[in-house]
């Protein structure tokens, strides 16, 4: 019976013409075609750009010729050169023994081996060690010359980050990053309305009718990615939240650190600084307002105000009304909004569901909160500008753990092997005396507040609608709509200030009125309401809230 072959067929890099996939394939059919030799080809199984790491039952084109469906196809694995079925001593030992317990040989053609005599399969076994040892020699150079480069602070390879160009440093000290000159104006730009509070989505839009062209369509202006890339508030966070926008060096996803636990940098003159970057961090990692709460809505106050009735979120619906023509008046069509309860179509859910005009509501509600709280100075609290290192010094405490753990099992006994264990040592070690200190300064500045020289009026009159829900947010400002709360009123609220006043209190404002009590009202019950006896049971149960917001603001805020 003729000899089934199975071609195995391997290349990492599919360039070098020594082991390149047609000469292999030539190899191996040159020895099954060979005078005397009753044998056939009845599979190619060909892994290109496949490491010999790899192991062989895991490659995706010999892998699957070791399964029940295929092993009975075939009676000899046969490659040109043993470091083709693999690299790894251990890996190659397992196919061999796979091999001897399913009846099946393997042949190396160039090296002249037939692993089904004893002679054969110890040859191919001091080929696989010599096979293995230069598979860690490739790496190591690799390794080494990456390591290089990231110490002297050189670009390593990939595309060029969002606003930068790569441009060589000089004759054989390799390239670095170089920022474009338009590109930082708009990181710091997009970078300060961030920090003002702006959305990220309400940023995309300006960015996009300005006709700005996104970093893809530029760097690669012919790819169908960048001609169907756009502005999106996913996209503007994920450059923001890139190290390289600051000029920090990264491998694998990770900060590269130097000697001393430092970040180091590949440019020198990053698009940000690293202080402005770490504060949008910061927002955009911390800022609930940023989180998956965030609302697609654009509407002013939406995700704010919720029915006074059930809680019930609130949403707005868009609606538009249609005259026909008469005679010789034409016809006429407007559109209107309204804000509702989003549980008043759930029978019953809601037992008064909150519904009024779009316009009625946010004018009123614009009025109150510029009356109460425009005069109100912005505070911002200082340790929001500082990142807390509680997570980052146990990770880096637990590292050390498994370093020290590592070096006690000898893991790092060869000589080059502890000159790294003491680098990594001194490092880490340095990192963690530094989170510590960062630490200490993190706890110093919590609950101190600064001044940022603007009001609240200054920031509401600058902001869209959107930029207004979002900022309503920030400060946790929460909204009770209630529907027909005293006669001849269709709609009253009542807002809960969150933590505005806290923060007066923190930069000593003194607040007047209802706002000492942490709450607004319009349009709500009040006790010459009660005394003249005009509220029916629901609108009284309307007033106790109130009085119920006033006590749990006051008990919560000022306990004394």
């Given at each position: ?94 196919v061999v023994q796979w091999c ?30 010599f096979a293995e040892g230069e ?292 490092s880490q070690s340095a990192k ?129």
């Amino acid at each position: 019976m003729p000899l089934r072959v199975l071609g195995s067929l391997r290349l990492s890099v599919d360039t070098d013409d020594s082991t390149s996939i047609p000469r292999q394939q030539e190899h191996v059919q040159h020895w099954v075609d060979a005078p005397g030799r009753d044998a056939h080809v009845v599979a190619w199984a060909k892994d290109t750009d496949v490491s010999g790491g790899l192991h062989p039952f895991k490659r995706p084109g010999l892998g699957k010729w070791f399964d029940d469906d295929h092993k009975g196809l075939w009676d000899a694995l046969c490659v040109m050169k043993v470091d083709r079925l693999s690299r790894r001593v251990a890996h190659f030992s397992e196919v061999v023994q796979w091999c001897q317990e399913n009846g099946k040989v393997i042949v190396s053609t160039q090296e002249g081996i037939d692993m089904s005599t004893p002679m054969g399969k110890m040859f191919a076994q001091i080929l696989a060690v010599f096979a293995e040892g230069e598979l860690d020699t490739i790496r190591s150079r690799a390794i080494d010359a990456v390591q290089t480069r990231l110490t002297a602070g050189t670009w390593v390879a990939g595309l060029p980050p969002f606003g930068y160009e790569i441009v060589p440093v000089g004759p054989g000290a390799g390239k670095r990053l170089e920022p474009i000159d338009h590109y930082r104006e708009l990181a710091e730009e997009i970078a300060r309305r961030v920090l003002d509070g702006e959305s990220l989505r309400s940023v995309a839009r300006d960015l996009t009718a300005r006709g700005e062209p996104t970093w893809l369509s530029r760097i690669q202006p012919n790819s169908k990615r960048a001609q169907e890339s756009k502005w999106s508030n996913s996209s503007i966070r994920g450059l923001l939240l890139n190290p390289k926008i600051a000029g920090l060096y990264t491998y694998k996803g990770e900060i590269v650190e130097d000697g001393e636990g430092n970040p180091r940098l590949i440019a020198d003159n990053p698009l940000l600084d690293l202080a402005t970057w770490n504060k949008v961090a910061l927002k955009l990692q911390d800022n609930r307002a940023f989180g998956p709460k965030v609302t697609k809505s654009r509407a002013m106050l939406v995700g704010v105000a919720t029915c006074g009735s059930c809680g019930g979120p609130l949403t707005r619906a868009v609606y538009t009304n249609r005259k026909p023509s008469v005679g010789d008046r034409p016809a006429k069509e407007w559109h209107y909004s309204r804000y509702k309860c989003s549980r008043q179509k759930v029978q019953g859910t809601c037992a008064s569901p909150a519904a009024v005009n779009s316009a009625d509501f946010e004018a009123a509600f614009t009025n109150v909160f510029l009356e109460h709280m425009g005069h109100l100075p912005e505070a911002r609290e200082l340790v929001a500008d500082l990142h807390d290192p509680t997570s980052d010094i146990t990770a880096t405490e637990a590292r050390l753990e498994r370093l020290k753990a590592d070096f006690g099992a000898g893991k790092y006994d060869a000589p080059e092997k502890e000159e790294v264990y003491w680098s990594l040592l001194n490092s880490q070690s340095a990192k963690l005396a530094r989170l510590r200190g960062q630490l200490i300064e993190y706890e110093q500045q919590r609950g101190e507040f600064a001044l940022t020289g603007r009001t609240f009026a200054d920031i509401w009159n600058s902001r869209d609608d959107e930029g207004k829900q979002l900022f309503l947010k920030q400060h946790q400002v929460a909204v009770k709509l209630y529907r027909d709360p005293i006669p001849g009123e269709k709609f009253g609220f009542l807002v809960q200030l969150g933590d505005v006043e806290q923060m007066a209190r923190a930069v000593h404002v003194e607040l007047a009125g209802n706002l000492v009590h942490g709450v607004a009202t319009h349009n709500l019950p009040t006790q010459e309401h009660l005394l003249a006896g005009q509220l029916d049971e629901r609108q009284l149960r309307i007033g106790m809230d109130v009085v119920n917001a006033m006590e749990a603001s006051f008990g919560l805020t000022d306990p004394q």
